[in-house]
């Protein structure tokens, strides 16, 4: 919390919990009716509240007026009271060492230690709570019987189950008092104290034993009276508590968090949705067998043309598509001759996250050669050639990765259109994008191994060589990263600073889609074990693709190749600055074996 700008009065008044626990549980009640009245237009209510805020700080304002329910609860987040502690009975629970931190003639700040036990765990929080006092308390307030709104930082958040989650619910229903503890918890997961990070974990750590510990998390996560934050925290703590179980949750307790992702993936906030799609593909790549029928009802969800559904099932099945495709490829071939279409259809929507994940996902079947996809695979490539004009980096990586690994798979549907492809690639391997780049500088590594096709490569030598020369330069990050731009032009070079190189397309070693994790290069050939001290990492990159393919390019048309290559290599060699020498140098070595030796 911010510290006060100008304190009237400063005490400290340690008193016992049966001294204050009714007058802060007054307090916490009031302030939150007045949040309510301001929420709901009050100006009455509207100009107290601001007048209380600016007694803590001047930067302090009152946002409430707007409506904006996502600021309230920013706001609230500000003033946690845990209610449990003062009001349920089942819980042991002390409140100890009230600290008055602030007093002015509106409102009092108070500190305190909260000691309680559920199910014999122990638990230790410090919260603190604002009291309004008597004089300004808003009308309705009665310390002995408080009001409680629905969805306060402190009362119990208001629950509403779609058809489809009551059903999967099994009947099942929260617990108000638990769920309103949890959902404080996440409330408190946002301050950035470590002490109290600890805290959240030890205490969301004996929760995660209770059997329907998942189910509070999907309702949390799907209650949209709650900040995203909050939401989402939830959304990933229930993605890792799937994960954890490696599928030994109650069949139960399993329908009702796919009801509820579902659900999310419709959710007008984007992270919620991104949220719920990850949560979706955990539960895939724990065990396909758990949820069988994921993708008809991701595909039933895009049917059902509801702009913000749509693209979070989208999102939710490109993720399905990169982790399992082989296990869609060798399933039920209806399903997927169907999916292959829908996503053929969607690289036309209007949303291009839906066109971009339309692309991606289909990407993930050229290697594997998936029958519903090479059947079609005309149909794609011409959509794909619409595509190019698209201005978008992600699309553009997307048409660049699907170019390569159809001109690796079925070259010949790629040929008639060369000239134009061959410009689309020359254009984004230029691409400031180092992704686009770097998928774009793949296409002539895959291009040069195609001995069947050379002859079509050849007459484009001069524009794409001096293309490939200028992407072996080091980029002002990667100077960064080696840590200066000293000139060693007068340091002998090692041996592996001029090695030749060899190097087969990177997409035979990593198959999109097969769910496998991408390797570094250095596991795909042995030959550029020891190039790895030469770069900046041992990321596969712009300039280490760029070597490769010159290294290819010159094995395959050798003296030709040197022809294209010497003057560009000389401009590079004489040149004052030490990044295009050192770019000219490795050029040198990438030739050395296939045109010098």
């Given at each position: 919390m911010p510290k006060p700008a100008s304190p009237t009065k400063s005490v400290v008044a340690k008193k016992t919990c049966s001294d204050l626990a009714s007058k802060v549980e007054k307090a916490v009640h009031a302030f939150n009716l007045w949040c309510q009245q301001c929420l709901h237009g009050d100006a009455a209510a509207h100009d107290k509240f601001a007048h209380a805020i600016k007694s803590f700080s001047t930067d302090w304002k009152c946002v409430f007026a707007s409506g904006d329910k996502a600021e309230y609860s920013g706001i609230k987040d500000w003033f946690n009271y845990d209610l449990k502690v003062a009001n349920d009975p089942l819980a042991k629970c002390h409140s100890s060492n009230f600290e008055t931190i602030w007093e002015n003639q509106d409102a009092i700040l108070l500190s305190y230690d909260s000691e309680w036990s559920k199910k014999g765990v122990?638990?230790?929080?410090?919260?603190?709570?604002?009291w309004i006092k008597d004089k300004d308390a808003p009308h309705g307030v009665n310390p002995m019987n408080p009001v409680i709104p629905s969805n306060s930082a402190v009362g119990p958040p208001a629950v509403v189950f779609t058809p489809a989650m009551a059903d999967a619910s099994g009947g099942w229903q929260p617990r108000s008092e638990d769920l309103a503890s949890l959902v404080l918890l996440f409330v408190r997961s946002s301050q950035g104290d470590s002490q109290v990070q600890a805290q959240l974990?030890?205490?969301?750590h004996s929760y995660a034993s209770i059997a329907d510990f998942p189910n509070y998390l999907a309702v949390i996560f799907a209650l949209t009276t709650e900040a995203p934050g909050v939401r989402t925290v939830a959304g990933l703590t229930l993605k890792n508590t799937l994960r954890d179980s490696r599928g030994s949750l109650h069949p139960q307790v399993l329908e009702f968090v796919k009801a509820t992702t579902l659900h999310a993936l419709g959710d007008a906030e984007p992270i919620i949705r991104a949220t719920s799609g990850t949560?979706?593909?955990?539960?895939?790549?724990?065990?396909?067998?758990?949820w069988p029928d994921v993708v008809p009802k991701l595909l039933e969800l895009i049917d059902m043309r509801v702009p913000a559904l749509e693209e979070g099932a989208f999102l939710a099945l490109r993720k399905i598509c990169e982790d399992s495709c082989n296990e869609l490829d060798e399933g039920d071939p209806q399903i997927l001759s169907y999916m292959i279409q829908k996503l053929l259809?969607?690289?036309?929507?209007?949303n291009i996250k839906v066109r971009t994940a339309a692309?991606?996902?289909?990407?993930?079947?050229?290697?594997?050669?998936?029958?519903?996809?090479?059947?079609?695979i005309n149909a794609f490539v011409a959509s794909l050639y619409q595509l190019t004009t698209d201005v978008d980096k992600g699309m553009r990586r997307a048409i660049c990765q699907a170019l390569v690994l159809i001109f690796e798979v079925t070259p010949e549907t790629v040929i008639p259109e060369l000239n134009n492809v061959v410009s689309f690639m020359l254009f984004c391997t230029q691409d400031e994008e180092e992704k686009v780049a770097l998928e774009a500088s793949e296409f002539w590594l895959a291009f040069a191994e195609q001995e069947n096709y050379r002859d079509h490569l050849e007459p484009f030598l001069?524009?794409?060589?001096?293309?490939?020369?200028?992407?072996?330069?080091?980029?002002?990050?990667?100077?960064?990263?080696?840590?200066?731009?000293?000139d060693d032009a007068s340091v002998p070079d090692n041996i592996q600073d001029i090695k030749p190189h060899h190097h087969k397309s990177r997409n035979h070693a990593n198959t999109p889609g097969s769910g496998q994790p991408k390797k570094d290069d250095d596991d795909d050939d042995d030959d550029y074990d020891d190039d790895d001290d030469d770069d900046v990492d041992n990321e596969w990159n712009v300039r280490k693709c760029s070597a490769a393919a010159v290294d290819v390019l010159a094995?395959?048309?050798?003296?030709?190749?040197?022809?294209?290559?010497?003057?560009?290599?000389?401009?590079?060699?004489?040149?004052?600055?030490?990044?295009?020498?050192?770019?000219?140098?490795?050029?040198l070595g990438a030739i050395a074996e296939g045109t010098l030796g």
């Open positions: 122990p638990t230790h929080t410090i919260y603190s709570a604002m974990m030890q205490q969301l949560v979706i593909t955990t539960l895939n790549k724990i065990d396909s067998r758990i259809h969607h690289m036309h929507n209007q692309v991606e996902s289909l990407n993930q079947f050229i290697l594997n050669r998936s029958d519903p996809l090479m059947t079609n001069p524009q794409i060589i001096p293309v490939l020369v200028k992407g072996m330069i080091y980029t002002n990050e990667e100077v960064m990263m080696l840590g200066g731009d000293e094995t395959v048309f050798k003296e030709h190749l040197l022809e294209v290559l010497l003057p560009h290599l000389t401009q590079q060699l004489s040149s004052s600055d030490w990044l295009h020498r050192e770019a000219g140098i490795l050029a």
